[in-house]
């Protein structure tokens, strides 16, 4: 289920945090492991997910700040 990366010459981890804030009923905690070979790969695909295949409509994609309400 899980890819071998061990052969890998350099991996990338990240990670994301929500549910921190003032009224907050949970929060959580996500890690990314990857290796850098895939990544160009992963992009490309990532890309002709969001232009082809999930059109914007002339949306822009925005994140909000934690003080904001909606965005």
Known sequence: MFPDIRAARTLIITSDYGG???G???E???FLL???DGCADWEAKRISLR???M?????????????????
Do not use: D, E, F
């Not at 059109?55 to 909606?70: A, C, F, L």
């Open 20 to 22: 921190y804030h003032k």
């Open 24 to 26: 907050a009923r949970y």
């Open 28 to 30: 959580t905690i996500s």
């Open 34 to 36: 990857v290796p850098l």
């Open 51 to 53: 232009m082809h295949k």
């Open 55 to 71: 059109p914007t409509q002339g949306r822009v994609h925005q994140w909000k700040t934690p003080n904001q309400r909606i965005r």
